[in-house]
């Protein structure tokens, strides 16, 4: 998890996050920071506005980009904070956590490989913790969304998501177990096409409703 810093909301978004993971190989002045990262000052236009935004980029001994955060609406604060890591195999792995409310907390996180986003999480409740997960095809369009309707911290919700954007299926956690125990199955426009349940406890439906 992102470390939170007092911030405030950002008008940037997916636009800003391409801008820093375009910048791992910026130019900018290094100023030495207390630690064993090197930070980098920068100016660039996030948001698209044509204002230039602060951006600090930290680096280690040997220039490898490893955090960074954004004042994205030019208020002097944080409102984005990015971690990078490499794993052996290759390409780059990041983790965003914005400030969309102005509160100093995150709100939305965002996971991305080489820059393309996999992965969003938000807030809704102000927790703040994430409680609605989107999975993302390599297109960026969401296949897949968790949510956690009780606020316990888990997912009690899950579903599938149609090219179209339509809903494919929605399972549910009634019991709290953690385990699916009711499916509702769309047809093509919306209607509801079919209904199961799991009446074992099993995790699997045994049962069709409607």
């Known amino acids: 998890m992102v470390a939170s810093l007092p911030g405030s909301a950002p008008r940037a978004g997916l636009g800003a996050i391409a801008v820093i993971v375009g910048l791992v190989g910026a130019d900018a002045q290094a100023q030495e920071t207390d630690s064993s990262l090197v930070a980098e000052v920068i100016t ?3 948001d698209g506005d044509g204002g230039p935004e602060t ?5 280690d001994k040997d220039g490898i980009l490893r955090r960074a955060e954004a004042d994205s609406n ?8 990015v971690v990078y890591s490499y794993p052996d195999e290759g390409g780059m792995l990041a983790e965003f956590a914005l400030d969309r409310r102005g509160d100093g907390e995150p709100d939305e996180w965002r996971w991305s490989v080489d ?6 999480a938000r807030d809704v409740r102000g927790d703040p913790r994430p409680d609605i997960w989107s999975l993302l095809n390599p297109d960026g369009r ?4 968790e949510s956690d309707t009780s606020g316990d911290g888990s997912a009690d919700t899950w579903s599938e998501v149609r090219e179209d954007g339509q809903l494919e299926n929605t399972a549910y956690d009634t019991r709290g177990d953690g385990r699916p125990d009711r499916w509702i199955f769309y047809a093509a426009d919306g209607a509801v096409e079919r209904i199961e349940r799991d009446t074992d406890g099993d995790g699997e439906p045994d049962e069709v409703i409607r």
Request: charged share 20%; no cysteine; net charge negative.
């Open 44 to 46: 660039q236009d996030l």
């Open 55 to 59: 951006v600090v980029l930290f680096r």
């Open 74 to 81: 030019a208020d002097g604060l944080a409102d984005m904070w």
């Open 115 to 120: 820059g393309v986003p996999t992965r969003v």
């Open 142 to 145: 969401v296949i897949a969304v």
